[in-house]
């Protein structure tokens, strides 16, 4: 009798691991597999972005070399002017960029509403 209980708690031991691993045991069905490509729109952002946060980096770093006297006050001003235009042609180039985008949607719903 004892070995018949040990037998069958032995399966439903067995039964209850493997009733919680079977989501693991699975192979994932994808939903979409399809890479996401932006759109020539989306990539120009992107673009801008990256050059921007370049910018600001190496601007950052400058600034830090420079307040830890790595840099001399001439170099700093010589180099400082250059970066700090990239910045502003950077962000520049978003803003128009994000308002002609902002133009357009208005646009479209003055469209819809019509």
């Known amino acids: 009798m004892e070995l018949l209980a040990l037998a069958l708690a032995g399966v439903l031991a067995l039964g209850c691991v493997l009733f919680v691993a079977r989501p693991f045991l699975r192979e994932p069905a994808a939903v979409d597999d399809r890479i996401h490509v932006p759109g020539t729109g989306e990539e120009e952002r992107i673009r801008l972005e990256e050059e921007r946060d370049r910018a600001l980096a190496a601007l950052k770093e400058l ?15 010589e180099l400082v002017g250059p970066l700090r235009a990239q910045v502003a042609r950077g962000l520049r180039a978003l803003d128009a960029r994000q308002a002609a985008t902002h133009e357009q949607s208005q646009a479209g719903e003055v469209t819809a509403r019509a």
């Open 63 to 77: 600034e830090f070399d420079h307040r830890t006297g790595k840099i001399s006050d001439a170099d700093y001003r």
